[in-house]
């Protein structure tokens, strides 16, 4: 019995074995099935995008160079933008001439020469006088700065180029010589300025431009080595040996750097050469083949450099950032050739003054000692410090009526401290308490470094106990000497930028909105003008002084980094900012063919163009005639020669280049948006102002919202 069971049970195990067997084959049957079938439609599906594809390319093609044509014509704004600043530098020159007013002519070397020596010859040292004459030179330097960062490369020599970077030194140290003198003079009447209380003298004395505390110690007791300046709230605690010696301190703060490099100052806004336009109408005469294979090679090979890719206008050419300042050598700023290679970002910096990279490299190699401040990543805000203790000189004696004064040939002299003694001698630091300008933002406890005038740089070493007060906005310190002192700040701590948005508010105006890390910026434009419009920084409105004026974009750029709020990066940035790569082509078109559409469409940061690779750029926009436009954004990608509407939106859960249904794509992006938009739009920006979309690309170009957000 027991063995009939065992055959049993085995012939039902092999019944169910075979069961099993068919069934797997049955589904493995329908799964090759299915599997055919699903790849047979995907293989049509394919094909017939292919195919809508290849006729969308096809359309492209006809139309390309009738396209380019018109966006040659639109573009010629620039070119009409850079001829009217050209002209405007002319007249303003023949304006001066004809004013006779006295004053100089910085760019013209005699006048400015002349201006010069008159004022080393000129002997009244009072220092109201001083502060208001130095005021014409900062007007003066001022000018010769924006010459330097606003003359095309085209229009300026390298002789000329090094008269005026010389011109600004020499107008810095005169006046800081001047202050100097004036110091001296002030000092020898140090008893028509003596305080009731302590019998010391104490001054302040201010205006826009400079912060002047004086302090002498007429009768050297050693219990007043502690002192505050009322006006300003800046003080100092010395040593005793000090107290009871005949000096005395100056803090003068200059709200102005004239310490710094003067490359630090004199960066100019990468800029691209608009002459490359000029060359269109070479491609209309090219045959109808020749144009034919160009666009073939451009369609086959989209992932070339963008140093090599084509232009908008249909040419092969180089793309490249360039400055139109020189630098502190005086040398000619030239194109130097991108490695093709590198990645576009890197291009940057390698097509700039060579001398400069060289320098700029040879600076990265010696900054190895930590305490050398690397001024590419931490910048001066808030002007310069100059913390000075002097031998108190000769006083003023009145008799009768007669004032006396014994005269130094050897004018205001430096007393000594650390007196120079043995090298293990150790002396008491000196504390000094600074109030922070109420016209500077500090995000973060600034660096205080001192100047080595010696390796013509900032360090951080003599410096010690450092307390940062936040409410109270004062930094208190130690120092081994009397030094000038900056407060230093990241240079790129607002980077990267949160979101960027750029509407139109009205006919040939708009609003640029940066929201960057710790404020908010918001500029309006307008002619040849931009505006400050507000700084929004933990939902209070900040820095009035700067904002409300209408200025040049140079101008706004230079304010703003002075106040602490850079939002504008270097060809150096991406080396301290996790930026977001984008080929040259690509960001630099965009800037460009947002410029010329913006009269009528809004755009805005997205946060697609993260995912969209080097190669391309990807952005909200959307038509904005009215102030109170309610349409819904849509998103487009540009990679500079190709420009689409894409399916998904910004809430979408994956990127993907899918194409709007119903949609083409096209060589630019202003063809690209007359498709969805009305003719009211188009109109406005045909008729748009020159200047107005110059300034607009200034500013794209020198905040750069399509990589550093």
Request: net charge negative; aromatic share 8%; hydrophobic share 35%.
């Amino acid at each position: 019995k027991s063995s009939g069971k065992k055959k049993e049970n085995k012939v039902e195990q092999l019944r169910l074995q075979k069961e099993e067997e068919e069934r797997k084959q049955k589904e493995e049957e329908e799964a090759r099935l299915q599997a055919q079938q699903e790849e047979a439609a995907r293989l049509e599906k394919e094909r017939i995008e292919q195919e809508q594809m290849e006729k969308l390319v096809a359309k492209d093609r006809e139309r390309r160079e009738a396209e380019l044509a018109e966006l040659h014509s639109l573009e010629q704004k620039f070119v009409s933008a850079q001829r009217w600043k050209t002209d405007h530098r002319a007249y303003a020159k023949w304006k001066h001439y004809l004013s006779c007013d006295g004053s100089p002519d910085p760019t013209v070397l005699q006048e400015i020469n002349t201006f010069m020596s008159l004022w080393r010859e000129d002997q009244n040292e009072d220092i109201q006088l001083v502060m208001k004459k130095g005021e014409q030179v900062l007007n003066l330097i001022e000018k010769l700065q924006f010459v330097l960062l606003d003359t095309p490369a085209s229009e300026i020599t390298e002789k000329e180029t090094t008269q005026y970077q010389e011109s600004i030194l020499e107008l810095q140290n005169l006046l800081h010589q001047k202050y100097i003198r004036a110091t001296e003079h002030l000092l020898k009447t140090g008893s028509m300025h003596e305080d009731s209380e302590t019998e010391n003298m104490q001054a302040v004395i201010k205006d826009k431009n400079v912060t002047f505390c004086i302090w002498a110690n007429l009768k050297r007791k050693a219990r007043f080595k502690k002192h505050v300046f009322d006006d300003v709230e800046h003080g100092f605690d010395l040593p005793k040996s000090l107290a009871e010696s005949s000096v005395a301190v100056r803090i003068f703060h200059t709200h102005y750097d004239h310490v710094s490099p003067l490359w630090l100052w004199c960066q100019p806004v990468p800029k691209l050469e608009v002459s490359a336009s000029k060359e269109f109408t070479q491609l209309s005469k090219d045959s109808a083949e020749e144009q034919e294979e160009k666009e073939e090679k451009a369609g086959e090979e989209p992932d070339v450099p963008a140093e090599e890719t084509a232009c908008s206008d249909g040419r092969k050419g180089e793309i490249s950032f360039q400055g139109n300042s020189r630098s502190t050598t005086g040398t000619k700023e030239t194109e130097g050739e991108m490695d093709k290679q590198s990645e576009s970002l890197d291009a940057l910096s390698q097509v700039q003054d060579p001398l400069v990279h060289e320098e700029m490299i040879e600076k990265e190699v010696v900054i190895s000692d930590e305490n050398i401040v690397d001024l590419q990543q931490l910048a001066p805000v808030g002007g310069i410090y100059h913390i000075d203790v002097v031998q108190l000189p000769p006083q003023v004696k009145q008799i009768k009526d007669w004032s006396m004064v014994e005269l130094l040939d050897a004018g205001l002299e430096a007393y000594p401290y650390p007196p120079d003694e043995a090298e293990d001698a150790t002396h008491p630091p000196v504390q000094i308490t600074l109030r922070l300008s109420d016209n500077v933002m500090y995000f973060a406890e600034p660096v205080v470094a001192r100047w080595d005038p010696a390796g013509h740089q900032w360090r951080t070493d003599g410096i010690s106990k450092v307390t940062y007060k936040t409410e109270e906005k004062t930094i208190t310190f130690e120092m081994s000497a009397f030094y000038t002192i900056a407060l230093l700040q990241d240079a790129h701590l607002n980077m990267p930028y949160q979101a960027w948005e750029l509407q139109p508010t009205g006919r040939d105006e708009a609003l640029l909105t940066v929201t960057a890390v710790f404020a908010t910026i918001q500029i309006q434009i307008k002619g040849d003008r931009c505006m400050l419009s507000s700084v929004t920084v933990e939902e209070k409105n900040v820095l009035s002084h700067i904002t409300g004026k209408w200025i040049r974009p140079v101008d706004l750029r230079a304010a703003l980094k002075k106040a602490g709020v850079n939002i504008f990066p270097e060809e150096y940035s991406h080396k301290y900012v996790s930026v977001n790569k984008k080929a040259l082509l690509a960001e630099v078109r965009a800037y460009q063919q947002m410029a010329v559409v913006v009269p009528a469409f809004a755009f805005a940061w997205s946060k697609w163009n993260l995912e969209a690779g080097q190669e391309q750029v990807v952005f909200k926009v959307r038509e904005h005639l009215q102030a109170d436009s309610v349409k819904d954004w849509s998103l487009y990608m540009f990679n500079g020669q190709k420009a689409l509407k894409l399916k998904i939106s910004e809430t979408s859960e994956a990127f993907s280049e899918e194409l709007e249904d119903d949609s083409e794509f096209h060589s630019t992006l202003y063809h690209m948006l007359k498709d969805f938009s009305s003719k009211s739009a188009i109109d406005r920006v045909e008729t748009a102002d020159f200047l107005f979309t110059d300034v607009v690309y200034q500013l794209l170009l020198s905040t750069r919202v399509l990589t550093y957000s």
